[in-house]
């Protein structure tokens, strides 16, 4: 409603304005507090829409035939049998469609120096190249027909010999996945500088160690579901699905059924949980929407367990050999890294350039001057690999934590003291590594300083030290970690072969009444966008956080995005915002001056009131002026109706969010169990958007990184066949194996955004990993364990423990 202290202003500058002083007010500052996530109320009701919730009119099935062998090909398909079961309204192969209906679908990253991409059709024309690879989509009047008639399809197979152990696919003679290629090796990447043979020569010590960063696997609390409906009459199509882009999926869709982008809409309820593994487009998204437009029919389908397992990609993968180069006093002059990275049977979405962003940041927060980092993109008779949480950068971090930490056993340097020797220090940033990275601030002294203080570090190792003299297996691990966020610097990306935007549009437009409806291009799967984007704008606008609404997920109603992923929500999406309700600042002051018949320098505005002078006086309420924008009489010349804006945010580089994380762990001598007794986080974000959300995020990051850590792995047996399809054979860590978290902060603000922001999404996930890995060493390699591969299960752990003793 209008301010009831100000009459509402309709023709002429000349009128008097309301002559009632100023009320006392407290400017509204939500930046930076820990406002209440303004979504949870609908999650925790159990009123949240997913899209399984969806139910349209004449809605149909879909369940797909997967292939049972790694590598095959495919002699015949019957499916006359399946078209006779009750209830089946089609079946339909690849064969079914043409290549106008359907045709490849597209990645978004293809490296300059990749020999092409192998077509990826969404169901298998003549060869199989994975298990749960689709080759018949089965469609009836209900999910359990469906479910049911699939097995009735006949599918014959001639097997292949398939390869799925990623060094030995690198191999010549090894078989080949693809046989239009000379060999399973994608690409070769190189990045570094300076010359490690000559380095390595001259230093006093070099350490080789061996890492396998395995596979790991999203698990979201909802598998991925699509809903396609195709408009026969207006011929448009419009896709339900959790994905974290509604805009790249639209895209990539309709290069794949050849639907013009302006006839699709993509819209994504509640996401159920994505982690980079609800990024890309899926085949299951085609071919819904393929069957959708030949049927004329909503088609649902919707992934079990078991198929989210085999056929939603994965992450990390990678093999590793590196050393380190040091002199006697344990400073780091040279890193050599080999990287045998999987990308499964296909490329996926972002897959390819993962692992050289990896490589980009394999020196980690230190000062090494010369690198030189080979990897390989290999392809295997597995599923892809994309996008999880870090996407490239857990690998790193995990990589250079565990080198120093060995450097630091060698050389018998206090693993503290010896990073410390290595930091790059404050004055030198912004920093380039030597594999091609810029870092755009960083304090990692301070960080680690704080840690240390957190957990007690020395007292702890004196703890630590009397628990061994009575047996017990104990030990203490650190990370510090740096990773780099926000995509920015578009160029350097499209020369690497990103294609994709690394801009963000925000939409803001302020209605009659004086509320705020906001559009970005980006896509929550639990950050809290909704409130801390109206954190922002409320901040900007100075007005109550409850006026402002945030929209996304829609296709129709955002119009461009790039999406959710590299923490780059706030520092593209969040600044866009911010410059967005700048404009609208700067407009709704222009024309308050206007109607107040002031100057805009005398104009004081707070709480959502401008009034002339600091000392009260005229005043009109921020509904006021947007009243008079809408109606569009009184206006300062030149000056157009309405209070709407649009603002574009192109980060001119990327940011360096960093941390320190430190873990003290106990294992068990007689089943090999670990036990987290300590775990400390101090993560730097640069400034809080909303400190609460930040640690949510740096809990979830957490559990996740612990879980690969200690319990999760996906694996397959040498004939390609799943040895972990289902939480049976998957452990993913329960709430009691999780220790309490402890978590810390410094802030030093990025200098490539106006809000300072550096995003902290996957933090989390980037340095637990070797925090805990390291603590487990330090726990077990006085008694001759030399390294041990995650995930650390006690099995592993045991085994070790037996071996070493004897």
């Not at 060094?167 to 690409?187: C, D, K, Q």
């Not at 309420?621 to 206006?635: I, K, Q, Y």
Request: overall charge negative.
């Amino acid at each position: 409603m209008p301010s009831s202290s100000c009459p509402r202003l309709v023709r002429s500058r000349s009128m008097s304005s309301t002559t009632a002083p100023a009320q006392p007010v407290t400017s509204r500052q939500y930046v930076g507090e820990s406002v209440p996530r303004r979504e949870d109320f609908r999650f925790l009701t159990g009123t949240g829409k997913f899209t399984e919730d969806i139910k349209l009119t004449g809605l149909v099935y879909a369940s797909v035939v997967r292939s049972t062998l790694a590598h095959a090909d495919i002699v015949s398909i019957n499916t006359d049998a399946a078209r006779a079961q009750p209830g089946v309204v089609a079946v339909f192969t690849a064969a079914d469609f043409g290549d106008d209906e359907v045709g490849t679908i597209p990645t978004d990253w293809t490296l300059p120096i990749m020999d092409g991409i192998p077509a990826r059709y969404p169901l298998a024309r003549e060869t199989v190249k994975y298990v749960g690879e689709g080759v018949a989509v089965v469609v009836a009047e209900t999910r359990a027909q469906a479910d049911d008639a699939i097995h009735f399809v006949d599918v014959e197979y001639v097997e292949r010999p398939a390869v799925v152990d990623t060094e030995g696919a690198a191999r010549e003679g090894a078989p080949l996945v693809h046989e239009h290629y000379e060999r399973n090796t994608s690409y070769l990447w190189h990045l570094g500088t300076g010359d490690w043979e000559a380095v390595a020569a001259a230093a006093d010590h070099v350490i080789d160690v061996r890492l396998v960063n395995q596979r790991v696997h999203a698990s979201s609390l909802e598998a991925r579901v699509s809903l396609a409906d195709y408009q026969v009459g207006t011929g448009t199509l419009t896709l339900y699905l959790g994905t974290q882009n509604v805009h790249v999926v639209r895209r990539n869709l309709s290069i794949a059924i050849g639907i013009p982008e302006n006839r699709i809409r993509v819209v994504t309820p509640a996401v159920g949980g994505a982690f980079g593994s609800k990024l890309c487009l899926y085949p299951e998204d085609v071919i819904v929407s393929a069957v959708s437009r030949r049927l004329g029919r909503p088609v649902r389908w919707a992934e079990t367990r078991a198929e989210h397992f085999t056929g939603t990609s994965g992450g990390r993968d990678h093999v590793e050999y590196v050393s380190l180069a040091a002199d006697d006093q344990g400073k780091i002059l040279a890193l050599k890294v080999t990287t045998y990275a999987n990308l499964g049977a296909y490329v996926s979405g972002m897959g390819a350039g993962i692992p050289v962003v990896a490589g980009m940041v394999f020196p980690g927060v230190y000062d090494i001057a010369v690198a030189d980092v080979d990897i390989h993109g290999v392809f295997t008779n597995t599923s892809t690999t994309e996008t999880y949480r870090g996407a490239g950068r857990p690998e790193a971090a995990y990589l250079i934590e565990r080198a120093v930490d060995e450097l630091a056993a060698k050389t018998g340097i206090d693993r503290v003291e010896l990073r410390r020797r290595n930091f790059i220090q404050p004055h030198q940033f912004p920093y380039s590594n030597a594999t091609g990275m810029t870092y755009d601030s960083g304090d990692y002294e301070r960080a680690l300083d704080k840690a240390l203080d957190m957990v007690g570090w020395d007292a702890l190792l004196a703890e630590q030290e009397a628990a061994r003299t009575q047996g017990r297996i104990v030990g203490l691990g650190l990370s510090v970690y740096t990773e780099f966020c926000g995509f920015g610097d578009a160029f350097q990306l499209q020369l690497v072969g990103f294609d994709r935007a690394t801009w963000e549009q925000s939409v803001i437009t302020v209605t009659r009444t004086g509320s705020v409806i906001v559009q970005v291009g980006i896509d929550a799967a639990g950050q809290g966008h909704e409130t801390s984007i109206a954190q922002i704008v409320a901040t900007e606008l100075g007005l109550d956080i409850d006026d402002v609404e945030v929209l996304q997920g829609d296709t129709d109603i955002v119009h461009f995005g790039t999406g959710t992923f590299n923490s780059r929500s706030m520092s593209s999406a969040g600044t866009s915002a911010a410059l967005a309700a700048r404009k609208i600042m700067a407009k709704a002051t222009r024309l308050a001056a206007h109607l107040l018949d002031a100057d805009v320098d005398d104009l004081v505005y707070q709480d959502g009131v401008f009034t002339v002078g600091p000392d009260g006086g005229r005043q009109l309420s921020f509904e006021d002026v947007a009243v008079e924008a809408w109606r569009g009489v009184d206006l300062p010349e030149g000056m157009e109706p309405t209070l709407k804006e649009m603002a574009v945010f192109d980060p001119p580089a990327f940011t360096s969010p960093f941390g320190v994380h430190v873990a003290a762990v106990e294992v068990d001598p007689d089943t090999g169990a670990i036990t987290i007794d300590r775990y400390i986080a101090v993560d730097d974000c640069g400034n809080l958007i909303n400190p609460q959300l930040v640690d949510g995020q740096i809990h979830g990051g957490v559990a996740q990184g612990i879980g690969q850590a200690l319990y999760e792995g996906l694996s397959w047996d040498e004939d390609g066949q799943p040895t972990a399809a289902s939480f049976m054979q998957y452990a993913v860590p329960r709430a009691h194996q999780l220790p309490r978290l402890e978590t810390g902060h410094t802030v030093t603000p990025s200098p490539v955004n106006p809000l300072g922001v550096k995003g902290v999404g996957e933090s989390g996930a980037i340095g637990s990993q070797p925090a805990v890995v390291n603590a487990v060493m330090d726990a077990v390699r006085r008694l001759g364990v030399d390294n041990l591969d995650m995930p650390l299960t006690p099995a592993k752990v045991w085994t070790a423990l037996q071996e070493a003793a004897k």
